[in-house]
């Protein structure tokens, strides 16, 4: 991955959403720093705890009556922990905890309110559509 490339990257991923990013500029911001501080391992990870979360969110979305309680319980714990471990690697991949963007960052996703919640939600709806970027490129890799 190539910082030149970061353009190319969000208009593959745009693509794979149908047009429909939510968060697109901040995917951008993640996209550059990770690429200038050569975070491509916490990237993949990131990636994958975000398709993670989206696909854990659907789960307790449709959530219907007959799911036993113990179940969605371990299904809301690994929820959170799957944040926790999303909000790490952001902060990981932006760089020093004092900077502007990290700031910035920290008051739009991680703080304990509703409308956080929401986007990060919105965030890691974006970001598993880069996992699905990455796993298409390493298919396209391995098949070479």
Do not use: W
């Amino acid at each position: 991955m190539k910082l030149d490339s970061v353009d190319q990257i969000i208009f593959e991923v745009e693509n794979l959403s149908g047009g429909f990013l939510k968060a697109k500029e901040d995917l951008r911001l993640i996209l550059e720093a990770a690429v200038s501080s050569q975070k491509f391992d916490e990237l993949n990870e990131l990636a994958f705890h975000a398709k993670y979360v989206t696909g854990l969110q659907k789960v307790i979305q449709k959530r219907e009556a007959v799911v036993d309680e113990d179940y969605f319980k371990k299904i809301g714990d690994e929820f959170q922990t799957a944040y926790q471990k999303i909000k790490t690697l952001l902060q990981s991949i932006m760089g020093s905890p004092t900077s502007f963007v990290n700031t910035i960052f920290s008051e739009k996703y991680f703080q304990l309110t509703h409308e956080s919640l929401q986007n990060l939600n919105r965030l890691c709806e974006d970001i598993s559509f880069l996992k699905l970027y990455l796993n298409d490129l390493k298919t396209k890799k391995d098949s070479k």
